[in-house]
Structure formats: C-alpha cells, structure tokens
C-alpha cells in the first residue's frame, strides 16, 4: 500500500466529530466526512449530545465512537440508582418556564444548583408572556432569581424568539425544562427548520406531554449552537457530594469558607457565615430550606 494509500486509510478510520443527536445507545456525528449513525464501542454508553468523540467509519454513512473526549462541562441529573447526562460541553443552560402550566421554583432551584457546581451560564426564560395576566404573576414569582443575578427575560414563542438570539452568541446552550413550558416551540421559533413536535398542555392536570424524545444539537452559525432535550419533572442532584453542594446556591459564595469549621454544612453549626447571613437578611430562608432540603 502507497503512503498515500495509507494515510487516506487513516483518515477514514479516525473521524475525529461531534455528536449532535442521541438515540438511545445510536448516536448521530458530523464528521469530516459527514454524519455517521454511530453506535458505542462495545457496550459502553454515557455519550451525550454536544461531545467530542473520534470515531470510525464501518460502512457508508455508519460508524463505531472509539473514544469521548474530555468534557468542559456536563450538565445531568441523577438519583439513587442512575444518572442522566443531558447535555455535554454546553456553556450555557436556557431553563424555560411558564405561568400555565405551573413551573416547580423547586425544579428551578435544582436545575440552578447543576449549572453553578460546572460553571455553566444560566438564563431563565419565561414563555407565552402573550397570557398577559398569568405571565406578570409568575414574573413577579422569578424576580428572587433576578436579584441572585440570573438574567430572566420573557418573551412568546409563538410570536417571535428574537429577543433571545443575542444571549444565544458565542453559546453551545441546551434549553432544559419541564414539559409543557413550550421548549419545542422556541426552538421552532429559532430555527424552523427543526420542525420539533409540539403538543397541547393539559389545563386539568396543569402539566404538560412529552412531545422531544431525543436531545439534538442545531447549529445558529460559526460560533452558536442549541441542544433541545426531553422535558423532565424531576431533577436529582445525587451526584453532587454533600460538601460541595453550597457552591450551588450563588448567594452562598461570599459566606463559604469563612464559617468558624472548615468542614461545615450550615445546619445549626456555631460560627456559621451563611446562617449568620441569612440571619442578616443577605441570603432568603426560602433559599436556605431548598439547601437544606436537598441536604437531607
């Protein structure tokens, strides 16, 4: 085999891509030489939406992932017995709510605390503001996530997304939420071609009906990019350890490390900062029983 003939060879059999689609344990990778259907090699699994993996071509438009690439960050949620990775490399998380059906301020809380412990970017954005009334209750509810310093903008999908395009530059975002709260709908909004599934909500039940079974990664130009994911009810934090689960609460960060023991959890310990603190009026109760509930 000529040199020539060999380094071609190699260059099919190491595509270094992207993943942009998971399904199950099949995966979609753009590549070099385009996107492969791939599977995990052996019975390996934990690829998620946005990494950087190598991989080889097995057939045409078919491939095995050989290895992940380290990850800058991984958004997930766990619980007792299994974690979820929702999304991998994402600089941003877009956490979408909505006055109707009802947001869970617990679910927001969780979802804050997995972004603070990988440093990843949180924006709340509230939708269908076009239900006017509703919308300004449910505004004045998420005003407590303003003066934490996340930004929370309101706009309806239905109407237009533009408002949201300019927080969108420079960011591998992933919108995650409950379902119902019109992720799918935003993200047509953004990128029609998508042509995501959207579904009614159930006013009786006041939630809604999972319409994305996948996460899938669009491109928005040379430097943007947004993973739509599964809507969720729930969102376990199993995996962050009890020690490092303060850094999750972004009004904590002044007070850790200056409590009276180096190894305090801010339950009733003597000397504690962050108690001291909301003592004070600098950290809301409401804030501190979601900690330590979680702690619990």
């Known amino acids: 085999m000529s040199l020539r003939a060999k380094s071609s060879q190699s260059w099919i ?14 995966y979609s ?11 995990m090699r052996g019975k390996k699994s ?24 380290p990850r800058n960050s991984q958004f997930y949620r766990s619980d007792a017995f299994k974690e979820k990775i929702i999304a991998a490399n994402v600089t941003q998380i877009i956490l979408v709510v909505a006055a109707i059906p009802s947001f869970s301020e617990e679910l927001i809380s969780r979802c804050l605390v997995a972004a603070e412990s990988e440093n990843i970017n949180a924006l709340i954005v509230l939708n269908k503001a076009d239900l006017i009334q509703p919308t300004q209750v449910a505004f004045d509810t998420l005003l407590l996530y ?27 975002s992933v919108l995650v939420g409950q379902s119902g709260m019109g992720k799918s709908t935003l ?50 934090l199993n995996h962050i350890k009890e020690e490092n689960l303060a850094y999750g609460f972004a009004e904590f960060h002044p007070y850790i490390g200056h409590c009276k023991f180096s190894n305090c959890r801010h339950r009733s310990e003597p000397g504690c900062a962050v108690l001291a603190a909301q003592e004070e009026g600098k950290i809301l109760r409401k804030r501190l029983d979601y900690y330590h509930k979680l702690l619990r």
């Not at 303003?146 to 591998?172: D, F, M, N, W």
């Not at 159930?202 to 990019?225: C, I, N, P, R, W």
């Open 187 to 236: 993200l047509n909004a953004l990128i029609p071609e998508a042509n995501r599934s959207t579904a009614a909500i159930s006013l009786a039940l006041d939630s809604g009906s999972h319409t994305t079974t996948y996460s899938q990664l669009y491109q928005l130009d040379k430097s943007s990019a947004i993973i739509d994911s599964p809507g969720f009810q729930e969102f376990g």
């Open 13 to 26: 059999d190491c595509l270094q891509g992207q993943v942009i689609a998971t399904f199950g344990r099949h």
């Open 146 to 172: 303003r003066e934490l310093g996340y930004t929370v903008l309101q706009l309806s999908a239905i109407q237009s997304a533009l408002t949201l395009r300019p927080y969108l530059s420079g960011h591998l």
């Open 46 to 69: 934990g690829v998620a939406c946005g990494d950087q993996v190598e991989c080889r071509m097995t057939t045409q438009g078919q491939g095995v992932i050989e290895t992940i690439k």
């Open 29 to 39: 990778v753009t590549t070099e030489a385009g996107i492969l259907s791939c599977v």
